[in-house]
């Protein structure tokens, strides 16, 4: 998790390394998918902790969907592609390549 180094909060989705394309920027997202946190809710500013239940709390909703995309309710699929898909142009423009961070963990 990307933090700032003077007060060990997180610097926000939108501030993340890669664009958002990290672990905790993977959270954020799906809290959002399951309405845990409002889209306008970037987490700028928590604790490791708060993050850390979030965590705990979205990895709970994946898992009566057995962890799949494709057994999330239609709503909420179409939610999940819409956000992921506004995630990765973001990611895209602040510089992110999905291919190169591929080549890296080979």
């Known amino acids: 998790m990307h933090r700032t180094k003077e007060q060990n909060k ?3 989705i939108h ?8 672990d905790t920027g993977k959270v954020i997202r799906d809290a959002w998918v399951f309405g845990l946190i409002p889209e306008t809710e970037t987490c700028e500013g928590w604790l ?4 850390q239940a979030l965590w705990e709390k979205t990895s709970e909703e994946w898992e009566k969907y057995g962890f799949l ?13 819409r956000i992921q898909a506004a995630a990765v142009e973001r990611a ?5 390549d999905p291919e190169r ?6």
């Open 10 to 12: 997180y610097v926000g």
């Open 15 to 22: 501030n993340d390394l890669n664009g958002g394309m990290t």
């Open 48 to 51: 490791q902790q708060g993050i």
């Open 69 to 81: 995309v494709s057994n999330l309710p239609e709503e909420q699929r179409q939610n999940f592609d």
């Open 92 to 96: 895209r423009a602040s510089g992110w």
């Open 101 to 106: 961070e591929v080549s890296d963990n080979n």
